[in-house]
């Protein structure tokens, strides 16, 4: 997403000022999406319509197969059709937002428990590498600043949604995890008894 300024500007030919404002729309519609989205999930849980398993595999789905559609889409969209193209590239990026609201990332905080916050440290260090990694990689392959190499770049983004959201519907848990319990009968250092020595010692 980081690389929607550049396809818009080299497939879908818009100028500069309209490339600004197009570029931002799709983000502002993911931020619509999350609030609505938010609220959904709670419902969907709280009242028991759903398991909450299934509230985030069904998110999750949402946050990924359909930007992955709407990718596959995008990359055979022209600068004849440019708002169909921009039209893609609302849909793709307004769902992703779901993985933040119901799917796997609230499930981090479900399964490590005490341990959550390094587990988010974890994923959003990794979640960073496509960040500078990405755009040297698109830069390579669209050199020439064509539809065809724009479309490796979309089926090529859509093969890693898709293995990733079917990796996670596959190992989806919501409970915390064995390695996350703690050990609540664990004894504690009786800091008592060793300001007692302290003070004998001295």
């Known amino acids: 997403m980081t690389q929607i300024p550049t396809y818009i500007r080299d497939v879908l030919q818009f100028d500069i000022e309209s490339n600004g404002i197009l570029s ?3 983000f502002l519609v993911s931020w619509i999406v999350v609030i609505i989205t938010s609220f959904i999930a709670d419902y969907l849980i709280s009242k028991n319509k759903l398991q909450k398993i299934s509230v985030r595999k069904l998110y999750t789905s949402l946050s990924m197969f359909t930007p992955m559609c709407a990718l596959i889409f995008l ?3 022209d600068c004849s059709s440019p708002y169909l193209g921009v039209f893609f590239l ?3 990026q307004a769902l992703n937002g779901c993985s933040g609201t119901g799917g796997f990332f609230i499930n981090s905080h479900e399964i490590a428990g005490p341990f959550s916050g390094i587990l988010i440290g974890i994923q959003n260090m990794i979640g960073t590498i496509p960040g500078f990694i990405g755009p040297y990689i698109v830069g390579h ?3 020439n600043h064509k539809l065809e190499e ?3 770049v979309f089926w090529l983004t859509s093969f890693l949604y898709c ?3 079917i990796f996670y519907l596959i190992f989806t848990e919501v409970e915390v995890q064995n390695w996350a319990k703690c050990d609540k009968t664990q004894t504690r250092p009786n800091l008592d008894s060793e300001k007692i020595d302290l003070n004998e010692m001295n």
Do not use: A, D, E, K
Request: hydrophobic content about 45%.
């Open 24 to 26: 931002s729309i799709p």
């Open 75 to 77: 990359s055979y969209v």
């Open 90 to 92: 609302i849909l793709g």
């Open 141 to 143: 392959i669209t050199s």
């Open 150 to 152: 724009w479309r490796i």
């Open 163 to 165: 293995f990733g959201c």
